[in-house]
């Protein structure tokens, strides 16, 4: 078996292992048929706090409804990607999605990229007012336009920034390549620093990376390490420059296919699988860094102060563009809603 084979085998079981707690025994399994089947479609891979949280959501949705009503989740872009998810999910192919907040301007709704704003967020308490908040709300209730029901938040975390070399000022990042989810504000960020930024669709991006297709990217140290990235990057830098976190989303028309104490049943049960996914979102990314340090594949870096401020300063122009795209009233309620001041 292949080295890399057997090392992501070895990376699973180990994050497997410290998940190990967060597996219910299913209910009900292969003996009622269920009478209604949800398809869950992802991106990323099971041992991630996306991951966790579908198949939290699987085993509550059955367990409450006695096996009546099924869940498949579908990680890994085994049935659709980043391309396809959402359109698969307007036109019924599929029940469920949690995409990155990142990859709803490409729908038609720019506003969600309030999230990637950089240096916006000091923790995810911060997030949380948001998410949990008016706003929050607001930009779910946005889906609509779409024909889509925004069931929920959940995080993964702040982002990192890798590379073949570190990253530690915007200097060090004049004239690579940069794999981008399909966000503005993200690619905007790129450039600010100097880089050049390709959107390309997660699965993509570890080949690519291999490939030297791009030079680098940015995500939160789950993803980073169980898509194997260390494998093909030979520097990590801990910039915690920008947030990365999902909304839940189904379609118009199973919402209303469903009847109301299974709408409930459903929601509920997805809310749970949410707590629980950020309670999890903190401990995956800290035990995805410890492996990272255990597995000596990738050095890691940790910036100064005055490179976070020389960092944060570059792509300041990031958020003022943002708010001529899609109105400064959004950022003024984003910063007020955080307690902070101008835009
Ligand atoms: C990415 O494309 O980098 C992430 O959004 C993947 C994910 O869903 O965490």
Redesign the pocket.
């Known amino acids: 078996m292949p080295a890399c084979q057997l090392q992501s085998i070895r990376r699973r079981q180990w994050l497997a292992a410290c998940a190990g707690a967060a597996l219910l025994p299913a209910a009900g399994s292969g003996t009622t048929q269920p009478q209604i089947t949800l398809r869950f479609s992802h ?2 891979a099971e041992e991630t706090p ?1 991951g966790l949280a579908a198949n939290r959501f699987k085993v509550l949705v059955e367990q409450r409804s006695g096996g009546r009503i099924g869940v498949q989740v579908f990680p890994n872009a085994q049935l659709y990607g ?1 391309a396809n998810e959402m359109q698969a999910l307007q036109l019924g192919a599929v029940d469920l999605v949690a ?2 907040l ?1 990859k709803f301007g490409r729908i038609g709704l720019p506003e969600f990229e309030l999230f990637d704003l950089p240096f916006l967020f000091d923790d995810l308490n911060a997030v949380r007012r948001i998410t949990l908040g008016p706003l929050g709300q607001r930009l779910l209730q946005g889906l609509q336009r779409q024909g889509l029901v925004g069931l929920g938040y959940f995080d ?1 975390g702040f982002k990192q920034m890798s590379a073949n070399r570190p990253l530690l000022e915007p200097k060090d990042f004049v004239g690579l390549r940069m794999r981008v ?1 399909a966000s503005q504000v993200i690619a905007a960020q790129m450039r600010a620093l100097g880089a050049r930024p390709v959107t390309l669709a ?1 699965s993509e991006t570890r080949r690519a990376l291999a490939t030297g297709v791009v030079d680098g990217t940015e ?1 939160p140290v789950s ?1 980073f390490w169980t898509q194997g990235m260390d494998e093909v990057q030979t520097d990590l830098s801990l910039t915690n420059h920008g947030y ?1 976190g ?1 909304a839940v989303v189904t379609n118009q028309r199973l919402w209303n296919y469903l009847t109301q104490p299974d709408r409930d049943l459903v929601n509920q049960a997805l809310q749970d699988s949410l707590g629980f996914a950020n309670q999890m979102a903190d401990t995956q990314n800290d035990k995805a860094l410890i492996a990272l340090r255990l597995a000596h594949t990738t050095r890691i870096h940790t910036l100064s102060q005055a490179q976070r401020d020389l960092m944060r300063q570059a792509v300041q122009p990031v958020h003022q563009e943002l708010a001529r795209r899609i109105g400064s009233e959004w950022l003024q309620t984003l910063r007020e809603a955080l307690g902070q001041k101008g835009i």
Request: glycine share 0%; no cysteine; aromatic share 14%.
């Open positions: 991106v990323v996306k980043d995409p990155s990142s993964n989810q997660f995500n993803n990365l999902y």
